[in-house]
């Protein structure tokens, strides 16, 4: 039997207005966030998508990934076994440093496909689910504070409890000010949790992270540059709070390091990261050796990334803090796929269909779309 072989490689470099500016701590967002979507076609017909999110302050721009893609990627593309997905990320890594985010929309399309030819769903491919849903996070991230807590009066009700607060933005003490209400308001009705991005600088920086415990964060999450890792080993033993990595760990020496040094209790698995589905599940075997949990995390992922993100947490038992992929339903004003991804009660609900299990829609993707490459 012949094996199916990538036969067409198309490419769209889109812009999407979002509903809210994100204030990030590294860098901040506001009127579009941009992204480029893949569609791969077998030989046999079949049509796998994939989604690269970079952003230019954490791991690349967009455009850069659409270039990698275009015209490093697709030489190497065209031609090979949608099947043997392992061996062609193998060889797409000796071919290019780097790109994580185009390698992963890579591998996305090739296990969607995969999935769709096979009947199963990504989720299956890689193991097999653990969890049929996965508690959804909200980022407290607007600007306007007042905003953001007018949306957790109409979210709390509907079973949204969990939420992570950006801080390290605006001064310290209004950080703890709107830490103070939300608990006034909601008490521990919501799973609090705190994001730094970054923003501090080592001197000083257990003074106020012990003024955030007080709190009652569930984690404090990467409160320094990732190069001060000695810095997050130090923090990690001196407070209460867990404190996860995220730009501290990207890939699995970054994690044998993390865990070498103890320099956090949890990670932030991000397919932007990782560069990979089995990447993402390797970094977390190791976390899973160390007794670290992860956390499904996010850049600016719409509907396909997440659903690659929820098939990824689905099957890896170790992903047990929930995920943050609010983007589609709380901040694009449009996203592509003909039914996004559904949230019930709180939770993001992994889609059981073959491959990702979603639909795209082509005019959604064509209006959006501000490059297109097709061979």
Do not use: Y
């Given at each position: 039997m012949t094996e199916a072989t990538i036969e067409r490689l198309r490419l769209f470099l889109i812009e999407s207005p979002i509903?809210?500016?994100?204030?990030?701590?590294?860098?901040?967002?506001?009127?579009?966030?941009?992204?480029?979507l893949i569609e791969l076609t077998s030989s046999d017909g079949v049509i796998g998508w994939g989604e690269a999110a970079p952003w230019e302050?954490?791991?690349g721009t967009p455009e850069a990934a659409f270039a990698a893609l275009d015209i490093y990627l697709r030489p190497i593309l065209l031609g090979k076994s949608v099947r043997r997905i392992r061996a062609l990320m193998a060889e797409l890594d000796r071919a290019l440093v780097g790109h994580a985010e185009a390698k992963v929309a890579i591998e996305m399309a090739l296990l969607d496909i995969v999935g769709k030819s096979s009947g199963l769903s990504v989720a299956d491919l890689l193991g097999g689910r653990v969890r049929d849903s996965i508690p959804l996070?909200?980022?407290?991230?607007?600007?306007?504070?007042?905003?953001?807590?007018?949306?957790m009066r109409k979210m709390v009700p509907e079973g949204n409890v969990i939420y992570k607060v950006k801080t390290g933005v605006k001064p310290h003490r209004e950080d703890l000010d709107h830490l103070e209400t939300i608990r006034k308001e909601f008490g521990d009705k919501v799973d609090l949790r705190v994001d730094y991005n970054q923003a501090l600088q080592p001197f000083g920086a257990i003074k106020i992270l012990r003024d955030v415990e007080a709190f009652a964060p569930t984690f404090i999450e990467q409160p320094v540059p990732r190069k001060f890792l000695d810095v997050m080993a130090q923090l990690t033993a001196a407070l209460e709070t867990p404190v996860l990595a995220d730009e501290s760990c990207f890939d699995r020496r970054d994690?044998?390091?993390?865990?070498?040094?103890?320099?956090?209790?949890?990670?932030?698995?991000k397919l932007m990261k990782s560069g990979g589905l089995f990447e993402a599940q390797a970094i977390m075997a190791i976390a899973d050796i160390a007794g670290l949990p992860g956390y499904g995390g996010t850049l600016w992922e719409g509907g396909i990334g997440l659903a690659a993100g929820a098939q990824l947490i689905a099957a890896t038992p170790g992903i047990s803090l929930g995920c943050e992929f609010y983007m589609p339903h709380h901040v694009l004003t449009e996203d592509v796929l003909e039914e996004r991804v559904a949230n019930r009660g709180g939770h993001v609900v992994v889609p059981d269909g073959p491959g990702l299990g979603i639909r795209i829609s082509e005019a959604s993707v064509r209006a959006n779309a501000r490059v297109l490459a097709e061979a």
């Open positions: 509903k809210m500016a994100r204030l990030q701590g590294v860098g901040n967002v506001k009127g579009t966030v941009k992204r480029v302050v954490f791991t996070s909200f980022s407290i991230a607007d600007p306007d504070f007042a905003a953001d807590l007018e949306r994690m044998m390091e993390v865990v070498r040094r103890e320099a956090a209790d949890a990670v932030s698995i």
